[in-house]
């Protein structure tokens, strides 16, 4: 797969754009970790069959965060949120599965976010770069409605929709094969912020979420919407037309993980990181990910991941 942008000149580009603190994720700084059960319906062994969709209880670790590069960005500033659950599956390895508000990307390719990015810097000539790059990139335009709904200060992280970006091909056990987008939907429907979170603490969503998990625990439905005919796998800045959504399990998440990113732990989500019955599609953003994570840890911890990484 050809590239032409490196992960270093991505995080760099990153930086430039007011994210990529150091010692910290170069997107998605700000989070907690919280720990949860997930469990299968029938429906999902129907469909793939990778071990955590068998339908037997699995441990999840799951992490909410602000999309920022900022750590300390304040939790009412409008802006994509992020969902990341890593399942662990029977035999000890991972799974992990990563979404956002957002239901679309920026770009088709690396090239073209760096290049977004690169636009947006600060300056006083942003408002020159940025609309010379909407001139030459105009399906982003048409994205923009749907990029600003994703950036509405929810209610709290548990009342809101989170979206993954990339396609997958789930392989049944009769060998069938489809490509699927994912999606969680909170079990309390979906609460976009209201006059509660005006004036909020700068750590609202993480103290709101505490509190409700200290009432119980918060739920949300696992589903894949299947891909038509014509919907695009290798794109993630492309919408589906394909109305078919099956529900394939439920998260109980039940409260704070406190063994985690302790001392040299590190906890990487990483959407390449499948297990058997399931498969990547060759969008080649989702691939650039994991080259990109690789390099953020090595840089907010000067660690390799080496083999803990997955093969792109």
């Known amino acids: 797969m050809a590239r032409s942008v490196t992960p270093e000149e991505a995080i760099e580009a990153i930086r430039g754009s007011g994210g990529a603190r150091p010692g910290c994720r170069a997107l998605h700084a700000k989070g907690a970790l919280y720990r949860g059960t997930f469990a299968a319906t029938p429906e999902a062994a129907r469909l793939s069959r990778?071990?955590?969709?068998?339908?037997?209880p699995v441990p999840a670790l799951i992490r909410f965060s602000n999309g920022?590069?900022?750590p300390a960005?304040?939790?009412g500033v409008p802006g994509v949120r992020g969902m990341a659950v890593k399942f662990t599956l029977p035999h000890g390895s991972t799974t992990?599965?990563?979404a956002q508000t957002a239901r679309l990307f920026v770009s088709s390719t690396p090239d073209g976010f760096v290049d977004l990015l690169k636009a947006m810097r600060p300056g006083l000539t942003?408002?020159?770069?940025?609309?010379k790059y909407f001139l030459t990139h105009p399906r982003l335009l048409r994205a923009l409605p749907v990029l600003r709904e994703a950036g509405k200060v929810p209610e709290s992280y548990a009342t809101i929709d989170y979206h993954g970006l990339h396609a997958f091909r789930w392989i049944g056990a009769d060998g069938g094969a489809r490509f699927v987008r994912y999606h969680?939907?909170?079990?309390?429907g979906e609460r976009i912020s209201g006059p509660a979170t005006r004036g909020a603490g700068p750590?609202?969503?993480?103290e709101e979420l505490d509190a409700r998990l200290a009432n119980g625990p918060v739920w949300f439905d696992f589903r894949v919407q299947i891909a038509g005919p014509d919907d695009s796998t290798v794109d993630p800045s492309a919408p589906w037309d394909s109305t078919q959504v099956v529900t394939v399990g439920t998260l109980e998440i039940t409260g704070r993980?406190?063994?985690?990113?302790?001392g040299g732990d590190i906890v990487v989500f990483d959407p390449m990181r499948v297990t058997d019955g399931i498969e990547p599609s060759d969008d080649p953003v989702l691939h650039f990910r994991t080259l990109a994570y690789s390099a953020s840890v090595k840089l907010r911890s000067g660690v390799d991941r080496g083999a803990e990484a997955p093969p792109v």
């Open 96 to 98: 992990d599965v990563s």
């Open 126 to 131: 942003a408002p020159l770069r940025v609309g």
């Open 184 to 188: 969680w939907i909170p079990a309390t």
């Open 203 to 206: 750590d609202f969503l993480t």
């Open 68 to 70: 920022s590069g900022n």
């Open 73 to 75: 960005q304040r939790d």
């Open 50 to 56: 990778a071990r955590h969709l068998d339908g037997s």
């Open 257 to 262: 993980d406190t063994e985690r990113e302790r």
